[in-house]
């Protein structure tokens, strides 16, 4: 059973920055498709950002596209989410996936198999 621990939530202005972590234990990070995902109350859960296990390929939401950046340390078998220029409407629990079976990796929550147990950034003034 693969297990995911998310860190480095918290409160941040407007315009801030954050980066999130993901730690995984159990099970390699290096060839599996592996995302972050976000909640807001009231909302459907969302995918912010996903890389593939078969070639490392990234994916990004279009409300995030060049303000968050995904990466992966194999080594440290840990995943990580940069998030810059930080809005109110980035508030949310934020979750980080993975695919048992497949190494391709996809902007729906659906696909994945394990969860972390989210971590809670909010972006206020």
């Known amino acids: 059973q693969l297990q995911l621990v998310e860190s480095g939530g918290g409160l941040v202005q407007p315009g801030g920055s954050l980066r999130l972590s993901c730690a995984a234990s159990?099970?390699?990070?290096?060839?599996?498709?592996i995302g972050w995902f976000r909640q807001a109350p009231g909302k459907e859960r969302e995918g912010v950002s996903c890389i593939s296990g078969s070639d490392g390929t990234t994916y990004y939401s279009d409300s995030v596209k060049g303000r968050f950046t995904i990466s992966r340390d194999n080594a440290k078998n840990t995943l990580y989410l940069q998030m810059n220029s930080l809005k109110p409407e980035d508030t949310a629990v934020y979750y980080c996936?993975?695919?048992?079976?497949?190494?391709?990796?996809?902007?729906?929550?659906?696909?994945?198999?394990?969860w972390g147990q989210g971590t809670q950034v909010t972006v206020s003034s």
């Open positions: 996936a993975a695919r048992r079976k497949f190494r391709q990796c996809v902007l729906f929550h659906e696909f994945y198999d394990y």
């Open positions: 159990t099970f390699s990070l290096e060839n599996t498709a």
